[in-house]
């Protein structure tokens, strides 16, 4: 068996405490435990502390999304197919997690503030690379660049936003109607043209 390095471990710990947590919700000796790392190794791998490996983490989640969209759009000829099964992964983690893990990154997003500079340019990076996946997987589709712009925005936010309900409500109706309207009213409108 491969043996995980320290700083892998501890981004893979950090990650998984801001989708429970979030960055102000975990404490640095509870980072450790997790990781199962010594004291000393998470300044000597992240010198500015638990911000660095916050950014760390958020570059880890996104690199995963990228890894996820790829999967899941070669596994579909039609986007839409895509979305709907990655938003039902988010439900069913949600749901089998008794609505504890939502998104990383929207948790941290919520908590972090004006001085959090770094954190949030990597927050900024992770969602359009995101909405960047889902527009070329459109385009590619067939839908002009503009309205798979629009759309994987519309997407990102129904995404975000209904995960954040359901998290709160304890329940993914939120989440499920909203992606309903959202893939009916998507489905109407075909690559280009009006609505039927």
């Not at 390095?5 to 947590?21: E, F, G, S, Y």
């Not at 502390?49 to 880890?60: F, M, N, P, Y």
Request: glycine share 8%; net charge negative.
């Amino acid at each position: 068996m491969k043996k995980i390095p320290t700083r892998d471990k501890l981004i893979h710990a950090m990650a998984d405490a801001l989708q429970r947590k979030g960055l102000h919700g975990v404490g640095l000796n509870e980072l450790l435990e997790h990781a199962g790392a010594p004291k000393g190794s998470l300044y000597h791998h992240f010198p500015g502390g638990k911000s660095e490996l916050a950014v760390a983490a958020i570059e880890h989640i996104s690199q995963h999304t990228d890894a996820l969209f790829s999967r899941l759009f070669a596994q579909q000829s039609d986007p839409l197919s895509a979305m709907h099964n990655w938003l039902q992964g988010a439900l069913q983690q949600l749901e089998h997690s008794q609505f504890e893990r939502g998104c990383p990154l929207a948790t941290i997003a919520l908590e972090s503030g004006p001085e959090d500079v770094e954190i949030r340019a990597a927050l900024q990076r992770s969602f359009a690379a995101v909405r960047q996946a889902l527009s070329q997987q459109l385009h590619a589709y067939g839908y002009p660049s503009e309205q798979a712009d629009n759309l994987a925005a519309l997407y990102v936010a129904l995404y975000e936003g209904g995960l954040l309900q359901a998290r709160v409500a304890g329940n993914s109706e939120p989440l499920k109607r909203a992606a309903d309207a959202l893939f009916n009213l998507t489905r109407q409108l075909p690559p280009g043209g009006a609505a039927a």
